[in-house]
């Protein structure tokens, strides 16, 4: 039998285990840098923990299932904070990212998306695109992600370089976005390759990997979990509060026990592929994680260091289960183990509390359309080709025969601005025949136009604020579409999402760890995202990124 992530401790003896650890560490010798007055010198590594795709109702929805010392390590000797969101309308991987270590929005960071089409030649862009630059020892496409090219801010990593140039910054994660826009433009991103169940770089960061990296790989650390069973932890009863398995809008495989390359002969791509929604991935991007501490000596000097840690895993089984389900439910839990484990290989690495730890998420998600009418509530998915065959059939009715709306763009529709000039079409009267058609379908909360967000026209737009936030006047669309609470882009029949303005996607963990910097305790005052870059910015006492729209958080012991 494969390994499957560590087994949770019986509560008892658990609760036994930390209580001496507590006092164990009551006896230990105060950290080296703790000063009896002012404030403490910066942490000599934070290490800053993404997980993908996991909104705030998990975590504290499982409070009393979580171990002592993963999740709740945060939740009860750390800072956090209840009503963290983020503050723009586009709640993706690429976008969320992007704000985490520049403390700024789409609008000044310039990723408005996973990918978007260029208003001008209609081309699509991948965010983390550079056809200059391939993956190391892997092959790559146009829409590989290898570079910060796109990023147009400046990262917290950028400054603390900038500032100190042995600092290190390193970023890992299952998708090369979850590690390229954190990085910024002097840090060092490794991702996950489903090509080969290795991780790599690519050359605008070396020409070639570090000896640490090679080793890791050699050993072909994925292909450990071939035939390997994700089990749930607990028993069957322990799941009542979620969706049982094998429901109508599932993706395949949504059933535990769940064997991964139970049909296949040897691992391989599509083995590779199943392991990243599995909590395997995240079991390794932790072990490159650690391997990447001893590697480049993370935290073991006076030069402060930056490591970025995105475990993508939970967004992949989120769109294809829906976080309602039992296979979400445990794989929260299987990802409190992991990082369990990997705190306690930080304290012994580095020192007990001589690190600071940051969790939160690049953006929640919302329940399952077909889960949501089940409880009463209004949801439905809407084709997007659809919509937009419906809109060009009311344009071409009013403004003569076109294909009036050119192309879906991230969250947008582009209208096409040459043929509006050819017919002699006014821009801002093509725009609002557009919004109008698209308001009168089912599903959609809000229009607004190019005009309204630029300020060209007045707004009373609830949703303006947000929508600014998330668009770019060289990279968005057009049209801004928001859609009702419960509804989703879909063609399909299966699986659920994430994008929306609405607090299922906005509303995510936001919490510190660090007894020296870090006064512990629950904040019920609204936070941002972005606050994380300023916060962090004070704590290593460097500068704030210059594109910050953040504030520094109360978190002073």
């Given amino acids: 039998m494969k390994p499957t992530p560590a087994r949770r401790l019986p509560a008892r003896f658990a609760a036994c285990l930390s209580a001496i650890l507590v006092l164990a560490g009551c006896a230990a010798a105060e950290p080296a840098g703790t000063s009896a007055a002012g404030p403490p010198a910066p942490p000599r590594l934070v290490v800053l923990l993404v997980a993908d795709g996991l909104p705030q109702r998990q975590v504290t929805g499982y409070r009393d299932q979580l171990s002592p010392d993963g999740l709740n390590r945060f939740l009860e000797r750390g800072a956090w904070f209840s009503e963290a969101h983020y503050g723009q309308a586009a709640t993706v991987t690429a976008p969320g990212h992007a704000v985490?270590?520049?403390?700024?929005?789409?609008?000044?960071?310039?990723?408005?998306?996973?990918?978007?089409?260029?208003?001008?030649?209609g081309e699509r862009e991948y965010c983390t695109a550079d056809a200059s630059h391939g993956w190391i020892g892997h092959r790559s496409t146009r829409m590989s992600g290898t570079s910060p090219k796109n990023l147009?801010?400046?990262?917290?990593?950028?400054?603390?370089?900038?500032?100190?140039?042995?600092?290190?910054?390193?970023?890992?994660?299952?998708?090369?976005?979850?590690?390229?826009?954190?990085?910024?433009?002097?840090?060092?991103?490794?991702m996950f390759m489903n090509q080969s169940g290795q991780f790599a770089s690519t050359t605008y960061y070396m020409a070639s990997h570090p000896a640490w990296v090679e080793a890791f790989n050699a050993v072909k650390p994925a292909d450990r979990y071939f035939k390997a069973t994700w089990s749930p932890l607990l028993p069957e009863m322990a799941y009542a509060r979620s969706v049982p398995d094998g429901q109508p809008w599932f993706a395949a495989g949504g059933k535990l026990p769940l064997v991964l390359g139970e049909v296949h002969d040897a691992p391989g791509p599509a083995f590779y592929a199943q392991v990243e929604r599995s909590p395997f991935l995240d079991a390794l991007t932790l072990d490159f994680a650690r391997a990447a501490i001893e590697g480049e000596s993370l935290g073991r000097d006076g030069s402060p260091d930056l490591l970025i840690v995105s475990l993508s895993s939970h967004d992949y089984v989120n769109h294809a289960w829906g976080a309602e389900s039992r296979l979400s439910h445990d794989h929260v839990l299987q990802l409190d183990n992991l990082l369990a484990a990997f705190f306690r290989d930080l304290d012994r690495r580095l020192g007990k509390d001589a690190f600071v730890a940051v969790l939160t998420s690049d953006h929640g998600f919302m329940a399952a359309p077909e889960y949501?009418?089940?409880?009463?509530?209004?949801?439905?998915r809407l084709p997007p080709g659809q919509l937009r065959a419906t809109?060009?059939?009311?344009?071409s009715g009013r403004f003569g025969e076109g294909q009036w709306a050119k192309a879906w763009s991230a969250q947008g529709i582009m209208l096409d601005q040459a043929l509006a000039a050819k017919r002699g079409v006014d821009m801002r009267s093509l725009e609002s025949a557009a919004r109008k058609a698209l308001r009168a379908e089912p599903g959609i909360a809000d229009v607004l136009t190019r005009a309204e967000i630029e300020g060209r026209e007045p707004s009373a737009s609830p949703w303006l604020p947000m929508v600014r936030k998330a668009w770019h006047p060289q990279r968005s669309a057009d049209l801004q579409i928001v859609l009702k609470p419960g509804w989703m882009w879909s063609s399909g029949r299966t699986g659920t999402t994430h994008g929306s303005p609405h607090p299922y996607d906005t509303?995510?963990?936001?919490?510190?760890?660090?007894?020296?910097?870090?006064?512990?305790?629950?904040?019920?005052?609204?936070?941002?995202?972005?606050?994380?870059?300023?916060?962090?910015a004070a704590m290593l006492r460097v500068a704030v990124p210059a594109a910050s729209e953040g504030k520094p958080l109360p978190l002073a012991p």
């Fill in 391 to 395: 809109l060009n059939a009311a344009l």
């Fill in 372 to 380: 949501l009418q089940s409880t009463g509530h209004e949801g439905g």
């Fill in 100 to 121: 985490l270590l520049t403390g700024a929005y789409p609008h000044r960071t310039g990723i408005v998306d996973n990918e978007w089409r260029d208003p001008a030649t």
């Fill in 152 to 190: 147009l801010a400046e990262s917290l990593g950028d400054v603390l370089r900038r500032a100190d140039a042995r600092s290190k910054v390193v970023a890992i994660s299952g998708k090369d976005r979850g590690a390229i826009l954190p990085a910024g433009r002097s840090g060092t991103a490794y």
């Fill in 507 to 536: 509303h995510v963990p936001l919490a510190f760890y660090g007894p020296r910097w870090v006064k512990p305790g629950r904040r019920d005052a609204r936070a941002e995202v972005a606050d994380i870059a300023p916060t962090l």
